[in-house]
């Protein structure tokens, strides 16, 4: 039983690298569609992550009081709704709303993932979120590649959204039969008045410095890893001019490092403080973005991407982590505010990449990242608590 539970919350992270990574090599196709500029398609993708909030900060108590399977339903149903409406869409207001019920949707569904392998580690005993993460990256570099493979062959893009929205309904059909498993992914409230204690405590930890630590080095690396996401594609195809099966490889490589990256990093954590790798990631990041840009020649490009995939992979998971031995019985509201407040970075990220590419071009605008990748370097020397002292 333990088994499958293990692979109900993996599939919830291949669910999720399915529809990012499809989704970022679809991005120049959108821009084009709509004749958007970087800016405009920064701007309408921020707008996208503002519409996330809400429903990350509903679905972290849903998540404790309801369960991590029940969320992930529900969650991935809906995502599969807003990937698909993406076929149909023709007008501006209409791809707006689109992408804010998708990051709505995905928001949602990746605090219940997240909730879910807490859990899944706290019942068990079994650690295995580096893992877990790394079935996100692999899944989305898998998605990257092939899409850009069926872009190739001449397939209409809008056609891909609801090949990927049919796979979302199957693994939601798979969540609907594990009932049996909710006693290993979920967190349920005993006490009836559970509810209120916990609204008091979420306010309590949108206050604590530690947590609002790790939310910023998240921001950080969410910001790093969603410019290279949404953004390397486009930055290949339209700016560098480049075939549509080396623009798909930046987003692929970028994966393909992150899955590898979180993969080994269970091993070097067996050997290392998770803060000192916290330090190592953040200075290889600006490493990889520094080779990336300084160069037009795609090979050394990607490998810019990859050596900053394989620093930003341990990243959250060692964050997560932590968050969770700070408050282990409050897995999903945890797990909400670090992302919530951690959005913050996408948040920013589309819109000001966006924006400085119409000053200054993409290539430099990269730039911004070597920045943040310092930015987790000098706040991981910040990490101070009891908990985390004894680790």
Known sequence: MQNAAFWVVISGFFALGAIFGSWQVM????????????????LTLTLGVVGSFPAMLLTGRLADRWGARRLMLISILLSALAYASFHWVNHYPLLLISIISLMAASGALDVGINAAAVNYEQNTGDT?????????SGMAA????????????GLEFRTIYLLVAVLL??????????????HLISHHQADPQAGEVHKLSLIVLFRTPILLLLAAITGLTFFSEGTLEMWSAVYLRLSLDLPTLVGAAGPAVFHFAMM????????????????W??????????????????????????????????????VVPIVFSLAGDIAPKQA???????????YIGFLLGPSLIGNLADLIGLRLA???LGVAGVGVVLMSFKIQHPVLDQR
Not at 302 to 311: D, P, Q, T, V
């Open 366 to 368: 990269l730039l911004a």
């Open 169 to 182: 309904v199957c693994l939601g059909l798979i969540y609907a039969l594990s009932s049996n498993l909710d």
């Open 142 to 153: 898998v998605a990257a590649l092939t899409t850009g493979f069926l872009l190739f062959t």
């Open 128 to 136: 295995r979120m580096s893992f877990f993460h790394a079935g996100y």
């Open 332 to 342: 999903g509201q945890v797990i909400s505010v670090i992302t919530i407040l951690g």
């Open 260 to 275: 590898t990256g979180r993969l080994g990093s269970g091993w070097i954590l067996l050997h290392w403080r998770r803060r």
């Open 277 to 314: 790798v916290l330090r190592i990631s953040g200075m290889m990041a600006a490493v990889g973005i520094l080779l990336s840009v300084s160069t037009l020649y795609p090979a050394v490009i990607l490998a810019g991407f990859l050596i900053a995939g394989l620093a930003l992979a341990a």
């Open 27 to 42: 991005m120049a196709d959108l821009q084009r569609a709509f004749e958007l500029s970087s800016g405009q398609l920064g």
